[in-house]
C-alpha cells in the first residue's frame, strides 16, 4: 500500500525565513522522503525580488536547484541564481531543437551575483512557468502514471482538469517553453505530468507549491493503491530462499560477480532482499519487466539501460556467459544508438544484478553509489508494480535511454567531478579495528577512499571508534564486526560479513594484539597459549579466510600483517610473543608463496614501541616492561625513544603510513617483504 504522506510544513518556523529561506526549507523537506524524489533527483526554484548590484534597479532572480546536488541535504549555496528577463530573453536567440545543448551554455550569460553553481538543464523549465514557486519531483506514484502505455488518459482521469500532460522530451529550454506555454494557456492547472519522467507543480507561496506537491502525490498514489491489479507482478513464480539461506548466496555471488565486473575499475557491492526487491525478483513478471529498462531518466542514468538477471545457484560457467552476453548486449545499443559526437561507450559491466530467491546487488564506483543505484532501482520497480498495475508498463525507447545516457552535457557534469581517489572501490578488513594502531590504520585506509570492516573484540570501543569514523567519512565506508579472532566460525562470519556488506574483499590487515612480558621460567602454559591462539592461531585464521576469498574473487588481494621488531630481533623477557611474532613473520612468507601466483601479495610491518593509543600497553605489559627495565611507567617512551638509531618515537599513524603502502599500488610489485618502523634498529636490518 502507498502510504499517506503528510504536510510538515511548519508555519511558525517558516515564518522566520526570507524567499531564499523558504525555498530551501521547502526542498529539504521535500527532499528528505524518498517517495517524493530520490537522491540527487528533482529541482525546486523561486523568483526573488532582488536589487541588481550593477544599477541598483530592482530584477527578479530565479532561485533554481543547481546542477548535481540534493534536495534533501543542500545548502543555499546549492542554488543557481539567474536573471529572470535574461533567462527570458533566451528566446530570442533559440535556433530549434538541433541547438538545444548551446542553451545550456547560454545560461551562462544569464548569472546573477556572480554565482559559481551552474544551472541545470531544468532552468528553462522553472523559468518559464509563470509562478513565483516551481517544484519538480520524480515520486514513484506520479511516474508509475507517467509510464504507463495510456499515460495521458491516466493523468485526465486521476487529476482531471487541474493537471496537465507533456508527452516525453529530453528537458531543455523547448520543453520549459512549451511547459510554460501550458501554464500560461490553463489557468487551473496546478501542474503538469511529463511523461515517462515525472511531475512540475506551481504556486504563489512557497507553502501552496509545497502542499500542492504532498497533494498531487497522495491522489495518485490513493487511486493507483485503489485500481492496481493484485497480487503484484503477476504474483510469485518461485519461493525466497530463508534469511540465512539469501546471506550465504550473496557472500558467494558478491564476490564472484564483483571479480568478473572489475576489471577496469575496483567496484563496491551492495545487497537489497526488502520485500519489494524480493516481490519484483520472485514474480511471473520479472524476466519481461526487467528487459523493458527504467523510465525515469534519473533512474537509468544510475542503474543502466537495464538489469543482469542471475540465478541464485549460478556457477562460474553461467556467471562468465551472463557477463559476457550483457556486455555483448550494451556495446551493440552502444553502436545502434550513437551520434557521431557521442562521447565514447563507458563501463560496459551491469549495474543491477537482479537474483530470483535472494535479491538484488548494485556495483559501482564506491559503496555510496552502488547503494544509491539500488534506490533508484527500488524506484523503478516500485514504478513497474504501478503502471503495470493499471496499464502496461512501458520503458524509453532505447535511442531515447541513448541521449540522456551519453549526452554531452551528462558526460561533462562526469568530467566535473574529483578525480578518484587511490583506494576507491577497495574494501578493507582490519582486525584490533577499536585498538590505537588498528584505528590509525583504518583512518588512512578510509581517507584514501576504502571502505572498512573494523574487528574487535571490544565490542564498546568498536562501536565508538565505528560511530566516530562514519561522522567523518561517512556511514556508507565503515562498519565494525565484533570478533574474536581465535573463533574459528567468528572469523568465517566476520569475512562473510565484510563481503556481503561491501560486495567483496581487496585488503586484510592481521592486526588483533595481546603482548605479555615474563622470564621464561615464569611464562605459565596458560600465558604462552594466550598469545599463541591470538597471534598465532588468529593470524593463521584470518588470513586463510580472506585467502579464500581472494582467489574465489580472481582479481588478487593485499594482505599485511602487523608484526613486530621482535619478529626477527628478540628480546629477553617476552619469549612467548617474541616466538609467535616470527612465527606470523614466517606464515606471511608462506602466504606469500602460495598467493603470488593469482596476484595476492602478502607483506609484513614491523612496529616497535608503539605506545600512544595502544590497548596492550595499558595492561601489565606497561608495568611488567618498567618493571625489567628498571625505570618508571612514564620514562618507558623517552627509554624507547632514545633506543632507536632515529632517537624518535614511533606513533599509530606511522605504522598506518607503512600498512597503506602495502595496500596500494604503490607496492604492486612488493610481496615477501617486510618493512621496519621502529626509527631505527641495527638488529632489525633486514640481511
Known amino acids: ?100 545543448d548551446e542553451m545550456v551554455g547560454a545560461l551562462g550569460h544569464c548569472i546573477f551575483g556572480l554565482n559559481p553553481r551552474p544551472p541545470s538543464v531544468d532552468t528553462c523549465l522553472h523559468g518559464y512557468v509563470p ?108 519461493a525466497a530462499l530463508s534469511p540465512a539461506e539469501r546471506r550465504a548466496a550473496a557472500a558467494r555471488l558478491l564476490p564472484a560477480i564483483r571479480g568478473r565486473i572489475s576489471a577496469g575499475s575496483m567496484k563496491a557491492g551492495h545487497f537489497v532482499d526488502s520485500p519489494e526487491v524480493m516481490e519484483f525478483v520472485n514474480s511471473h513478471q520479472l524476466r519481461s519487466l526487467a528487459p523493458l529498462g527504467t523510465s525515469c531518466p534519473d533512474h537509468f542514468i544510475r542503474t543502466k539501460i537495464r538489469p543482469l538477471i542471475v540465478p541464485h545457484d549460478a556457477d562460474a560457467a553461467t556467471l562468465d556467459a551472463l557477463v559476457a552476453d550483457y556486455r555483448a548486449d550494451y556495446r551493440g545499443y552502444y553502436e545502434r544508438c550513437r551520434h557521431p559526437d557521442s562521447p565514447p561507450i563507458r563501463d560496459d559491466s551491469p549495474v543491477i544484478h537482479l537474483v530470483p530467491q535472494v535479491g538484488m546487488f548494485s556495483f559501482a564506483k564506491d559503496e555510496t553509489t552502488a547503494r544509491l543505484a539500488a534506490e533508484f532501482y527500488v524506484n523503478a520497480i516500485n514504478v513497474m508494480r504501478g503502471a503495470a498495475g493499471v496499464s502496461e508498463y512501458t520503458g524509453l525507447p532505447e535511442q531515447e535511454c541513448f541521449n540522456v545516457e551519453y549526452w554531452v552535457l551528462e558526460e561533462a557534469k562526469l ?113 604462552w597459549n594466550q598469545n599463541m591462539s591470538v597471534l598465532g592461531t588468529g593470524y593463521f585464521l584470518v588470513g586463510r579466510e580472506a585467502f579464500r576469498r581472494f582467489k574465489a574473487q580472481g582479481i588478487g588481494g593485499s594482505m599485511i600483517f602487523i608484526c613486530s621488531k621482535n619478529a626477527v630481533a628478540p628480546s629477553a623477557g617476552v619469549s612467548a610473543y617474541c616466538a609467535v611474532k616470527a612465527a606470523e613473520l614466517h606464515l606471511a612468507r608462506c602466504m606469500a608463496l602460495e ?33 625489567s627495565l628498571r625505570i618508571t611507567e612514564d620514562q618507558l617512551e623517552e627509554h624507547y625513544r632514545k633506543r632507536s638509531l632515529l632517537q624518535r618515537s614511533v606513533y599509530p599513524e606511522d605504522i598506518a603510513e607503512g600498512v597503506y603502502f602495502f595496500a596500494s599500488d604503490l607496492s604492486s610489485k612488493s610481496t615477501g617483504n617486510f618493512l621496519n618502523i621502529d626509527a631505527g634498529n641495527a638488529a632489525t636490518f633486514s640481511r
Open 1 to 100: 500500500m502507498n502510504e499517506i504522506l503528510p504536510s510538515l510544513w511548519d508555519d511558525k518556523h517558516a515564518a522566520t525565513l526570507d524567499e531564499p529561506g523558504l525555498l530551501l526549507y521547502r526542498s529539504n523537506l521535500l527532499g528528505s522522503d524518498l517517495r517524493i524524489t530520490n537522491f540527487g533527483g528533482g529541482n525546486t526554484s523561486a523568483k526573488v525580488a532582488a536589487k541588481d548590484p550593477l544599477t541598483g534597479e530592482p530584477v527578479t532572480v530565479l532561485w533554481v536547484k543547481g546542477s548535481g546536488g540534493d534536495l534533501g541535504s543542500m545548502a543555499l549555496d546549492g542554488f543557481a541564481t539567474l536573471y529572470l528577463d535574461k533567462l527570458e530573453s533566451l528566446k530570442c536567440i533559440y535556433r530549434g531543437l538541433a541547438h538545444e
Open 131 to 238: 509562478y513565483a514557486h516551481v517544484d519538480h519531483v520524480h515520486s514513484d506514484a506520479v511516474i508509475a502514471i507517467a509510464a504507463a502505455k495510456d499515460q495521458e488518459s491516466l493523468t485526465r482521469e486521476i487529476f482531471g482538469g487541474e493537471i496537465g500532460y507533456l508527452p516525453w522530451q529530453r528537458p531543455g529550454i523547448d520543453l520549459g517553453i512549451k511547459l510554460g506555454e501550458m501554464a500560461k494557456a490553463n489557468p487551473g492547472y496546478v501542474g503538469v505530468v511529463l511523461g515517462s519522467h515525472g511531475l512540475f507543480t506551481w504556486g504563489d507561496t512557497a507553502k501552496a507549491c509545497y502542499e500542492t506537491t504532498i497533494r498531487v502525490i497522495n491522489e495518485a498514489a490513493v487511486w493507483l493503491d485503489a485500481h492496481v491489479a493484485r497480487p503484484a507482478f503477476g504474483g510469485a513464480a518461485v
Open 415 to 527: 568530467q566535473r567531478l574529483p578525480k578518484p581517489k587511490p583506494l576507491q572501490g577497495r574494501v578493507a578488513f582490519v582486525t584490533g579495528g577499536a585498538g590505537g594502531i588498528g584505528s590509525a590504520i583504518a583512518a588512512k585506509l578510509l581517507s584514501e577512499g576504502a571502505m572498512v570492516m573494523l574487528a574487535d573484540i571490544d565490542a564498546a570501543s568498536l562501536e565508538a571508534t565505528r560511530t566516530a569514523f562514519a561522522g567523518t567519512f561517512g556511514n556508507d565506508n565503515v562498519d565494525g564486526v565484533v570478533l574474536d579472532v581465535r573463533d574459528e566460525q567468528a572469523v568465517i562470519d566476520a569475512i562473510d560479513s565484510t563481503v556481503v556488506r561491501f560486495g567483496g574483499l581487496d585488503i586484510v590487515v592481521n592486526n588483533a594484539g595481546v603482548t605479555s612480558s615474563a622470564p621464561v621460567e615464569d611464562t605459565s602454559l596458560d600465558l
Open 595 to 627: 598467493g603470488a601466483p593469482v596476484g595476492i601479495r602478502v607483506n609484513v610491518v614491523n612496529p616497535d614501541a608503539v605506545l600512544r593509543g595502544s590497548k596492550i600497553w595499558q595492561g601489565p605489559i606497561r608495568q611488567q616492561r618498567a618493571a
